[in-house]
Structure formats: structure tokens, C-alpha cells
């Protein structure tokens, strides 16, 4: 059988909403890459069609069809680009009225209901698709009786095939300059699913934490090495230090990889032996959801740590050598503009090697998403295109008006990245034309999102 997986059109432009010319970043589709290894291993012919990299259109889309002739369509719903997959399910239908379309992803997980009003799809998985997309296509009839189905999760990683980055281009995805230290075309690696904590603004809060072997982990590298020559990977789960015992044979496996790689983590998840196994196995740099510089916007989101307590930490991490990226929320339940500040300055005052600074977004299935209102507004009018974290769709109490949170959000990346001492530790910490040019990228966004200009091209 024919099958075509498609991710919807985005540019940079619209995820950002800045002019960030090529510096922003795409990233594979894993999701929509496991569905095809697995529905490849049972004999099809899969295609993947990553529109946002490759800067299709609903036309392109079209003409796919036409040449490929897919029995079945499966289409990625992410909650920000909703209108576009509504789109093509009516263009679809419209025109091939026989073709079975499956949708799949975070939107119709946590909105299954509404997603079945709104769009005009034959199947509408909620959860890990990729557990049960091979039984759906060989009872297709059974499955469109149903139509809205729970996946659930996927409770045994290692039963999955790796990805089929084979089906894509993967020289055309480039990581933000954060995130890679040589290679801008690091590759992304998930070694587990789900978070068992609780903050109110993660879709995935009290989740189910499963994790892979470090064997099957350490196969999908081999196979990495071999076919593309990687020599670093960035791996991309929540939290890839939940298991102590896990992360000790991991990383004794990685020293004989010769890999360098980052990951992410809780602050309160990692301690110093961890942290020097880590290094030694060629960590360079783990992301660290901070998001607030006080603690009673810490306690509002349940992130259940204190501001000591990272403080502390962050000191430990710079001890043991590996580079910080640290993640700040601007506009969180009870944040008053002055409050935004503070967490700025703690920004300043722990001095990551980089600093993001995200628009809080109450995203469907959140707990901020059902609590929202007792903070602030949240226009739950819109057709969710601005569901991006780079703009206001939440305004807490605290603030005038969007227009005062959206300054405070360019004060951050100003403040921060601004800074002469900061540019002098980063110039000192060069070592590479790899390095300069990731440093040079860097400026380039955050060019683009304090002047609201068009960021030129730099070569890689």
C-alpha cells in the first residue's frame, strides 16, 4: 500500500513570528519518521513530506498526491498550525473523496473531540500513534467505524524501529546554534517518553516515564555513524537523567562512542558524580528548565524546586564543565512586569551559556490551559496560530496589554545577550571556525528577535 505522511507548511517566519531568516532551525519529524520505519517494516510504501523544510505549499501537497497515488494520507496536527490541516483535509476530500486520511499528534491528543467536529479526517489517533498506526492500516474499515482512537503509550521503546531518516533530506535540517557545538546538522536521538512531575504548562505532566535500553539507544548511534558520519547527537527527551543507574551505564557505553552530545534535564536531577560521568563521556551541554527568578511564580506552575536550589545547582554544573542552556518563561500566572524582571535578572546572575526566553502558552490538555483565567485572559477564540511561545495568546493580570508583555520579552533577549561580559566569555571560549560561526548565528537571532529585522545569512 501506498502511504503518504505529511507535516503542514510553516515557514520560520510564521513559528517565530520574526524575520529570522535562515537562523531559526528546522527539525526532522521524528514522530512522523517512527510511524514510517514501522508501517515500512509491515511492506509499505512510505513517503514523508516535511513541508516547513522544504518550503511546500498545500499545492505541493496536492501534486504529491497526484504523482504518488496514496491509498492512505496521514497528516501531522500540531496545535499551531490546526487551520493549515483542517485546509488539507478539505482540499483532499474535496478532490479524492475515496483517499483515507489519519490524523495523528499533539492536537488531536488533547482535543480529540473537537478535532472530530472540526476536521474532515476518516481516523483521529490521540497518543503515541506510532504504537498502534500498523494495526489501523490493516483494519482500516474497523478503525473508520470508530474514528476517534486512544493510542495510548508505548510501553516497550525498544519494540520500535529506528526512525526512517532515510526518507528525508537530513542535510537540510539545522539545529539552533544553541544546541550544536561543530555540526549544525546534528542529529536528534530520544532515548525515552514522558515526565512524571507536574508543571502546569507541559502537555505532558504526570506522564508515564518510559525509557529505552541503553543497548538499543546505542545501536540507533551505529547506525548514525554509519550511514551519515555523525560525531555528535543532541538527545531530545524531557528528561534523560530520571534514572541514575540508567545514566551510568549510559555513559559508560557513550565514553567508547567518541560522540560529544547534549541533552535535557531537571536541576534537581542531576548531582556531581552524574555530572563528571557525564562530561567524561562527552556531554557538553544540558537544558535546564528554569523559568522564573521567584519563587512564588515557581510555586504557581508546580515546578517544585526553589530559587536556592538552582542557584546552587547551576554552580555545580559550570563546576563540572558542561556548558548550561537555561530556559526562562516570560508572562507566567501571577507575573506583574516587575516580577519579569526579577526573573531576568536571575537570568543575568546565574549567567547560563545561553538563555531562552519563551511567551508562557497555555496549550490544550495543560493545566494552565483549564486554570488560566484565574491569572489573567486567554483568548480561547482563535484558530490557535498564534500557539507558538513567541506571542502573547495568555496576558497575565499583572500586565497593561500585550504590547507591554511583548517589550518585556525583547528587554529579556537584550538584557541578557547585550551584556560586554557576556560577549567577552564567549569570544574567549572560541576555539574553532565551527565555534565562531555558531556564535556569529547566534547573534543573528538575537538580532531578530530584539530589532524585529530580517537577520542576514551567514554560511555554515
Known amino acids: 500500500m501506498n502511504i503518504l505522511l505529511v507535516f503542514p507548511p510553516q515557514s520560520l517566519d510564521e513559528r517565530y513570528t520574526r524575520n529570522m531568516g535562515d537562523v531559526g532551525g528546522f527539525l526532522p519529524p521524528v514522530g512522523l519518521l517512527s510511524m514510517a520505519a514501522v508501517l515500512e517494516r509491515d511492506g509499505h510504501t512510505v513517503r514523508v513530506m516535511d513541508c516547513p523544510v522544504n518550503g511546500y505549499t498545500v499545492a505541493n501537497v496536492l ?55 472540526e476536521m474532515n479526517a476518516d481516523i483521529i489517533i490521540g497518543g503515541e500513534a506510532d504504537g498502534i498506526i500498523s494495526d489501523v492500516v490493516k483494519n482500516l474499515d474497523a478503525y473508520k467505524k470508530k474514528r476517534v482512537v486512544d493510542a495510548g503509550r508505548v510501553m516497550q521503546l525498544d519494540s520500535l524501529p529506528f526512525p526512517a531518516r532515510h526518507l528525508v533530506d537530513m542535510r537540510k535540517y539545522t539545529s539552533l546554534p544553541n544546541t550544536y557545538k561543530h555540526d549544525p546538522h546534528t542529529f536528534q536521538v530520544m532515548t525515552s517518553r514522558g515526565c512524571p512531575f507536574t508543571c502546569t504548562f507541559c502537555h505532558d505532566a504526570k506522564g508515564v516515564f518510559r525509557q529505552r535500553s541503553v543497548e538499543n539507544v546505542i545501536a540507533e548511534l551505529h547506525e548514525l555513524k554509519e550511514k551519515y558520519h555523525i560525531t555528535e547527537v543532541a538527545f531530545w527527551d524531557d528528561i ?15 565514553e567508547k562512542e567518541k560522540l560529544i552530545w547534549s541533552c535535557y534535564s531537571r536541576l534537581d536531577l542531576v548531582d556531581e558524580p552524574m555530572l563528571r560521568a557525564m562530561k567524561k563521556a562527552g556531554c557538553w551541554n544540558i537544558f535546564f528548565g528554569i523559568e522564573a527568578g521567584s519563587q512564588d511564580l515557581l510555586d504557581n506552575i508546580k515546578k517544585k524546586m526553589t530559587v536556592e536550589q538552582m542557584r546552587e545547582k547551576v554552580k555545580l554544573v559550570k563546576k563540572c564543565g558542561i556548558e548550561i542552556r537555561g530556559s526562562f518563561m516570560i508572562g507566567l500566572p501571577g507575573e506583574t512586569p516587575e516580577k519579569a524582571r526579577q526573573t531576568i535578572q536571575f537570568a543575568i546572575d546565574l549567567d547560563p551559556d545561553y538563555a531562552q526566553f519563551t511567551i508562557t502558552t497555555p496549550y490544550p490538555g495543560t493545566e494552565l490551559w483549564k486554570t488560566a483565567e484565574q491569572y489573567g485572559s486567554l483568548d480561547r477564540n482563535q484558530n490557535f496560530t498564534s ?11 499583572g500586565y497593561k496589554n500585550k504590547e507591554e508583555l511583548l517589550e518585556i520579552h525583547k528587554e529579556a533577549f537584550s538584557r541578557f545577550y547585550k551584556r560586554p ?40
Open 63 to 117: 501534486d504529491e498526491i497526484t504523482n504518488f497515488k496514496p491509498e492512505v494520507i496521514g497528516l501531522a496536527a500540531i496545535t499551531s498550525l490546526a487551520h493549515v490541516t483542517k485546509q488539507i483535509c478539505e482540499v483532499i476530500k474535496n478532490q479524492w473523496p475515496e483517499k483515507t486520511i489519519i490524523l495523528g499528534g499533539p492536537h488531536p491528543t488533547v482535543m480529540p473531540q473537537e478535532v472530530s467536529k
Open 240 to 254: 534523560l537523567t530520571l534514572n541514575k543507574q540508567w545514566v551510568a551505564k549510559f555513559c559508560e557505553a557513550m
Open 387 to 397: 500557539w507558538t511561545e513567541w506571542q502573547p495568546v495568555f496576558l497575565p493580570s
Open 421 to 460: 561580559a557576556y560577549m567577552l566569555k564567549r569570544a574567549l571560549k572560541i576555539r574553532s571556525i565551527d565555534e565562531f560561526k555558531r556564535n556569529l548565528k547566534g547573534l543573528r537571532v538575537v538580532y531578530a528577535m530584539t530589532s524585529g529585522k530580517k537577520a542576514e545569512k551567514v554560511s555554515h
